[in-house]
């Protein structure tokens, strides 16, 4: 029985972890995933999304079945992975890139999948800034409610849903905006 990637962050560290399994990751939450972004697919603009922390292309791969085609892949880790399994040139940047300034395109939705609450907590706020400078609408796929960006006045939570795993825990989607003051 393969190991809670939790464990594996715990037991190795996240950068570790990937550099051990980057050509075999694999999203143990696909189908709830596919569920939540079936079922919300006309609350966000998918015509142009960058699947930001994508792993193995999961998102890249459901939306493109919803006949979205416009999607970039970013990942430190990753990216020889979902270069190869969605025939498509991944963008190679970390969170401190992000924060760095690095990430240059415009996006109508930004969406990252079980990686966001990876962040420090003391980089977070500068990374979701800085995403929001690209995009009007960030969504993050979650096996539990962190990050909790609508604790910041900035960042306005306008769509929760989740869906069940087979062990009844709840994996979240939640969809952000800038706070218009």
């Known amino acids: 029985m393969k190991k809670a990637i939790r464990n594996e962050y715990a037991a190795l560290g996240v950068e570790n972890y990937y550099q051990q399994h980057a050509d075999d990751y694999q999203n143990p939450h696909f189908e709830q995933i596919k569920i939540l972004l ?3 697919q006309y609350q966000s603009d998918y015509s142009h999304v960058l699947d930001f922390c994508c792993g193995g292309g999961e998102v890249t791969n459901i939306l493109q079945t919803l006949g979205f085609e416009q999607t970039v892949g970013c990942d430190p880790f990753t990216y020889g992975l979902y270069e190869k399994k969605i025939q498509k040139t991944c963008l190679q940047y ?10 240059v395109d415009n996006y109508t939705t930004i969406i990252c999948s079980f990686a966001m609450h990876l962040c420090e907590e003391k980089k977070l706020y500068a990374l979701v800034n800085q995403l929001f400078r690209h995009t009007e609408n960030i969504v ?3 096996p ?4 909790a960006l ?5 960042f306005e ?3 929760e849903d989740f869906a069940l795993t087979e062990r009844g825990k709840k994996v979240f989607l939640k969809s952000y905006r800038m706070r218009t003051l």
Do not use: M, Q
């Open 38 to 40: 079936e079922r919300n």
């Open 94 to 103: 970390s969170f401190d890139d992000v924060i760095r300034g690095k990430l």
């Open 140 to 142: 993050i796929l979650t």
């Open 144 to 147: 539990h409610k962190r990050p």
């Open 150 to 154: 609508e604790n910041w006045a900035a």
């Open 157 to 159: 939570l306008f769509l």
